[in-house]
């Protein structure tokens, strides 16, 4: 146990002269404007002998070629920075960058391309070729610099500090997977039906945190971990840091411009800021086919979770849980014990069978077959689960194994504990609940982005976000990342 050092930094991830292309749906879309500025947030902290790096970020996911690229760039602005001490983690943000991004085998639009005759092969909606428009390559090394401005600022800018916890509950997040009598499931599906019966899986209301000041007492930054991707205005043509832009610009109003705010998305994959039982319809349209509903019915909830209004709402939401949680710390603390583990996990991944292989190359054949003119986003999505079929058929005649890095660390009676999936809730409700920690702060979508991780459950039922196209890792990597996680958080308290 040793005296800490608490370092913090933001930096904006907004571009100052182009637009951008925005990541997390099939359609293309351009930014049109700023809404609220994009940032990376930075946190880190010492104790002479051991050191914890977070840095959050308004992005939908980070790649592992992110990860190298930031710590090959801060070891070259910084080389005492400990880079294997970094976690970085994305918020989810559906109205940020597009960037080049790292994966094994062909893409789902090549594999489509593949089957198409040169003269019918993918075109965008939007086109993008304009020179006011950042390239995901521009994207990708924009945003490494600045990711890595951020760490390096927040590492030099350590100075002795202390530290309080906190907890909250708001309803942020809620299952977005709708079960039906027939035993199948969908993303986004219409509960106003005879056939619903069920929402999947469940939720976590809870808020873990931790406020930091200076030795003065002044509040310098606080921690917020929330079960639930930022994506309210995911359909959206404008940049935007969703929820927790409205979180910065409510607790600035209180505490002052300097005081930073780490927001942690934790097991989110099964998550959205939307109700699916009392819906309320988008105030204008979306590009999105899954959210139509025919038999709308006018609810008195909340407003429009696809717009800015429902941001605010969120933001308001969590805001007031952080200030009732502050007005009641009563201790402030300068030393701790901090520990901190980078591990290297071996999951096994998800595979098709040669049926459903066979069955994807067949659809792909007879989609290929009735095409009268070029594909384009809707064509991607109706034959995405097909696609990537045949994509897993062969990654998976190359490896079984999915490595994935996780960091394990302990501050005081807190836990840390990353993944780099959009974990479902269920599994991260298993880690809190097993974990000796008086808190358990969860990371999803830290160190890379190997998209969903879904239940057992979810598996059976299907669709989108549990189909094996949408994840590297199916249930019994979840099961086994449970163990293993939780394992490693109990070696930390075992005395």
Known sequence: MGKLKIGWSEVSITPEN???RLAGQFVERISEYVETPITATSLAIEDGTEQLIICSCDIVKIGRNVMRRVREKVAEMDATVPLDKIIVGATHSHTSHVYDYEVQGNGAKEILNEYLPPEKQYVAKVSADTDDVMTPHESLLFIVDRISQAIVASWQNRAPGRFATGFGRAAIGMCRRVCYSDGSAKMWGDTNTAAFTALEGGNDSGIEMLFFYDMNEKLTGVVANVCCPSQIVEHRLFISSDYWGKVRILLREKYGEDLKILGLCGPGGDQCPRDLIRWVNPETPVDDPHIDRP????????PSMFDIK??????????????????EVTETKDEAVLKHENLTIDLPLRRVTPKEYETACEQMEKFAARVTDHVNFEDNAAMYVHSGTI???????KQDIVPIEVHIARLGTVAFATNPFELFVDYGNQIRARSRARQTFLIQLA????????????????????YVTSGKVGHAGGEMLVRKTTEEINKFFAE
């Open 18 to 20: 182009k637009k951008i």
């Open 295 to 302: 038999d709308y019915i006018e609810r008195d909830a909340d």
């Open 310 to 327: 429902g941001t605010w709402k969120a933001g308001k939401r969590i805001v007031n849980e952080i200030i009732d949680a502050l007005e």
């Open 391 to 397: 994509m897993r058929w062969r990654v998976q005649h």
């Open 447 to 466: 160190c890379d982005g190997l998209g969903y991780l879904p239940t057992k459950k979810a598996e059976e039922g299907s669709h989108y976000s549990a």
